[in-house]
C-alpha cells in the first residue's frame, strides 16, 4: 500500500537559519506531489506542486523553493526563515483522483 | 480561485444535523472533502465529480451541483467524533491542483 512520509514531526529554528523539510512517497511511481502551509488556525495554502522529476510549480511569490530530486521524493527549503515562515507545512501526493497528506511538520521560527 | 465555504463555524448537540457549504467562482471538475483534527493533518472524507455524482460516508454524505459550482456537505445524527474542521478542496480540471476555502470548525458537544 502507498504511504507518505514527512520529517521532522516539530522544528524550533532561529530567523535567518535555513530550512529543509523533506517528503517520500511509498508504494507507487510518479505521483504528483504537493506542499501546502497552514497558519495556526487558518486554512491551507498551495505552495508548490511537481508533476515529475525536476518539475516544480510555484504557487506563491515567497522566502521558500522546493525541489523534486528523485520520482518519490520532494523538499522544501528556504536559505534564510522569516518570522511568517512559522506554520504548519503538509506535504501530499494524488493517487486516483484522491489527495493524501502527510502527517506533517510544525515550524515555529523564533 | 480559493472557494468559499459557510458557515464558518458551527456547534451542535449530540445528534443534530448540519450542512456546510462550498461554493467557487470557476467551473469545477470535482470537489472534494476533508476534515483536520486540532494538531493533525486533514482526512479524506469523499469526492465528488462533475457529473452530480453523489457519494457518502457512514452518517455523512455531499453534493454537487456543477450549474451552480456548489456543493454541500451533509453530517447527519452528528456525534462527538465528527467535531473538527471540515476543508472543501477544489480542482478545475482533471489532475489539476486541489484549492482549499478557508474551512468550517464544527464542535459536536454532548
Known amino acids: 500500500s502507498q504511504t507518505i512520509h514527512q520529517w521532522p514531526a516539530t522544528l524550533v529554528q532561529p530567523v535567518g537559519s535555513p530550512l529543509s523539510l523533506e517528503c517520500t512517497v511509498e508504494g507507487t511511481s510518479n505521483p504528483n506531489l504537493y506542499w501546502y502551509r497552514q497558519a495556526a488556525g487558518r486554512g491551507l495554502q498551495l505552495l508548490f506542486y511537481s508533476v515529475g522529476i525536476g518539475q516544480i510549480s510555484s504557487e506563491v511569490p515567497q522566502n521558500l523553493s522546493a525541489s523534486r530530486p528523485q520520482d518519490r521524493q520532494f523538499i522544501l527549503s528556504s536559505k534564510k526563515l522569516l518570522l511568517s515562515d512559522s506554520g504548519f507545512y503538509l506535504c501530499a501526493w494524488k493517487a486516483k483522483n484522491i489527495q493524501y497528506f502527510g502527517a506533517g511538520t510544525r515550524l515555529s521560527v523564533l | 480561485q480559493q472557494p468559499v465555504q459557510s458557515p464558518q463555524a458551527v456547534i451542535l448537540r449530540e445528534g443534530e444535523d448540519a450542512v456546510i457549504n462550498c461554493s467557487s467562482s470557476k467551473a469545477l471538475y470535482s470537489v472534494h472533502w476533508y476534515r483536520q483534527k486540532h494538531g493533525e493533518a486533514p482526512v479524506f472524507l469523499m469526492i465528488l465529480l462533475k457529473g452530480g455524482e453523489q457519494k457518502g460516508h457512514d452518517k455523512i454524505s455531499a453534493s454537487f451541483n456543477e450549474k451552480k459550482q456548489q456543493s454541500s456537505l451533509y453530517l447527519t445524527a452528528s456525534q462527538l467524533s465528527y467535531s473538527g474542521t471540515y476543508f472543501c478542496?477544489?480542482?478545475?480540471?482533471?489532475?489539476?491542483?486541489?484549492?482549499f476555502g478557508q474551512g468550517t470548525e464544527l464542535s459536536v458537544k454532548p
Open positions: 478542496g477544489t480542482e478545475e480540471r482533471q489532475g489539476g491542483k486541489l484549492i
